[in-house]
């Protein structure tokens, strides 16, 4: 069905959609490309929350450039929007562009468009293919499309390591395990999540601003802390240019006057303050990612937590994929990367599979999804 053309154009509208991954969320990174006459006459990539999505940008890129984008071919790596949210459905903005084909790369996985929108550049007269190069389109929104399916985000842990798993000395010291370039591409991953999350420990233990420093970007995810006691000093890096992003402490109660107090001093910081408490007396983690993906709707939430977080977050079946970054030494005793508990039998264990693995200097980097 589709020529090696075909492939060419919408690598070249992947590409576009590149541009949008610290820009689009909660939005869907979406690209398109329209071609007449074997040219390329618009680019597009969906812009910030309110501006214009993919489709709308390549059509106003063409024009601007003097092109009548009728009778063309538009390749798009999403599915055109079929309902009004922020901005207008870009169906309605394609219907009138009067292109003879549209390819997607794949459907859109929103129940609100899912088929809708091809459905009704079908009716309009427009041919319409869908499917080419879909795996590398979903794999650009793996959080997006979680969210739509699951009602979840996708959560991805990440941990530096030496080559015996260890991720810090016996007194807590672990900066640096990783080089400069293992740490610059551990912030491209903060970059394009919704929210980086944390435990109270690390909070305490390092310090941390919990920011994008080494990659550019417009936008700065959110913060959220663990923190089942609400004992995040107030003095923390974390509260730092709030103007940028926010901060949730996610707690597990508020039934003491003292833990009123402190939600007032967190609150005049510009932060919130969340209850969501287990039956232990501990966060609830499952009911927090939901709560994150249907109520903030975001789609993809980065894990830079300690021993005891990451033991919880992988025991109670709350991590999507593993971003694991080993340095090329060996540490002795130190801090795990986990705390799991022991299994008694190997079928209890949680299988992986390994998504891909690069090198960043001396460092190797795996990134792992569940199996």
């Known amino acids: 069905m589709y020529t090696a053309v075909d492939h060419q154009l919408m690598s070249e509208a992947l590409a576009e959609a590149q541009k949008a991954l610290y820009l689009s969320n909660p939005n869907p990174r979406v690209g ?60 309605d903005a394609l219907i009138a562009a009067k292109p003879a084909m549209v390819i997607a790369a ?12 091809l459905e009704r550049l079908k009716a309009a007269g427009i041919d319409v293919r869908c499917g080419l190069l879909e795996s590398e389109a979903h794999a650009l929104n793996l959080g997006f499309v979680s969210r739509m399916k699951r009602g979840l985000p996708w959560v991805r842990l990440k941990i530096a390591a030496s080559l015996d798993g260890k991720t810090a000395l016996p007194n807590g010291q672990s900066q640096w395990i990783t080089g400069p370039l293992a740490r610059a591409d551990g912030h491209h991953w903060r970059a394009q999540a919704c929210a980086i999350l944390t435990g109270v420990g690390t909070v305490k233990e390092d310090d941390p601003t919990l920011n994008v420093r080494d990659v550019k970007t417009e936008r700065q995810p959110w913060k ?34 003292q833990a009123q107090e402190k939600v007032k001093a967190f609150e005049a910081l510009g932060a919130e303050v969340l209850v969501m408490a287990n ?31 990451n033991g919880s977050l992988l025991r109670e079946d709350c991590v999507d994929e593993l971003l694991l970054y080993y340095a090329p030494f060996l540490m002795g005793d130190g801090i795990g990367m986990a705390n799991i508990s022991p299994l008694t039998a190997l079928d209890q264990r949680q299988d992986w599979q390994f998504i891909d693995q690069s090198l960043f200097g001396p460092d190797l980097r795996l990134r792992l999804g569940k199996k």
């Open 32 to 91: 398109c490309v329209i071609v007449k006459e074997g040219q390329v006459i618009g680019r597009g990539y969906t812009q910030r929350v309110g501006g214009a999505h993919a489709e709308v940008q390549a059509l106003a890129h063409a024009r601007s450039q003097g092109f009548d984008p009728a009778g063309s071919t538009v390749y798009v790596t999403l599915e055109p929007c079929n309902h009004t949210g922020r901005t207008p459905p870009c169906v």
């Open 106 to 117: 794949m459907l859109d996985p929103n129940p609100l468009v899912s088929g809708k929108g």
């Open 224 to 257: 959220i802390i663990v923190d089942s006691k609400l004992e995040t000093p107030l003095n923390s890096k974390v509260f730092s240019n709030l103007d940028q992003s926010g901060v949730i402490l996610v707690c597990a109660s508020l039934d003491s006057a």
């Open 279 to 309: 039956a232990h007396g501990k966060v609830d983690l499952p009911k927090l990612f939901n709560y994150l993906a249907q109520e903030r709707h975001m789609n993809e939430i980065h894990v830079e937590a300690g021993f005891k977080l």
